[in-house]
């Protein structure tokens, strides 16, 4: 699978499961001293299995996802190394499956690359972090968007913000100069939107307002009486439509003007 600078439109039939534990968690760079009080701290770190870097494995009824997830894998590698880029999208389907079209119209003069991979958990994108899949040029912005297939799979509130966190701190560490825009977990089907509420209320306190800024899109996705406004994603309530993708797409080129990084 080719990886574009922009985002590569890819159709996932199945899902891939890139889970599993790794001996050891992450070690990145602290929040400021005046964020560390509301992040997700690292006290609890070592024995949360979203904080471990962690590749494998994908389900046993789908053994061809493992070829097909290394693919995925390897051209991001090669989109990583290009550039340099002056934004990097992090994060799972959602992020995978951007447009190029809408990519480009709001975020094209930045030089964007998308480095979503569908199914990806936090402990993915650590491993994807420590491996090395991220520009080497230090990007001028990262937006940061995942953590829905942790409380779909049945990790708490608490245990998916903490992998949020840990992510902030290592994509800190690779790029120090970068403004970090971390964006809600969205409304989804099949996990309660209480629980998606704590979640990001668990790791919002992550932004700084220096080097880590919060969106908060939640209210974008829902209908006044407070439901999901379906007219914004796919059929499976979870992967964004055009429409909710140019929703998102503008709340994020916003945000990043209001904080400087555009």
Known sequence: MKVRTF???AAIAAALWIGGAAATAMTAAALPAHAA??????ASLASAPSVQPA??????SHPDQVAYWERLIAAQRRAAAGGPYGLVF???SITEQWTPQIMQAHFG???PVDLGIPYDRTQNVLWRLKEGIF???????VVLLIGTNNLSNGQGPEETALGVAEIVRAVRAKAPPAKILLVSILPRTNVPLDTIRRTNE????CADSASVHYLDATALFLRPNGGQNMSLYQEDGLHLGP?????????IEAKLRAIGAV
């Open 109 to 111: 003069a930045m030089r």
């Open 90 to 92: 992090l994060g799972d």
């Open 37 to 42: 009080g509301s992040c997700p701290g690292t």
């Open 202 to 205: 668990a790791f919002a306190g």
């Open 55 to 60: 590749p494998s494995s994908v389900p046993k």
């Open 7 to 9: 985002s590569p439109r």
């Open 135 to 141: 520009p080497k040029a230090p990007p001028k912005a």
């Open 243 to 251: 429409a909710g993708y140019e929703a998102l797409s503008t709340a």
